[in-house]
């Protein structure tokens, strides 16, 4: 199963609904790749408000 990326916090998830924001408003249509690997020592992590380690997509059309 592809990845998708959730609209509200653009978490990239294979399930059909996203585990963080508990909403199902996931899209195909996405562009980039950030991997989190330490939210509080990330500058672009802060800039984001990502507060959790994973794989975002930087834009979710």
């Known amino acids: 199963m592809r990845e ?17 924001c508990k909403t199902s408003s996931l899209s195909d249509d996405y562009g980039g790749l950030l991997v989190v690997f330490d ?5 672009i992590a802060k800039k984001l408000n990502i507060k959790k380690k994973g794989r975002y997509a930087l834009k979710v059309r």
């Not at 916090?9 to 059909?16: I, P, S, T």
């Open 4 to 20: 998708r990326a959730c609209r509200t916090c653009k978490l990239l998830v294979r399930d059909q609904m996203c585990p963080e």
């Open 39 to 43: 939210p509080e020592g990330s500058q």
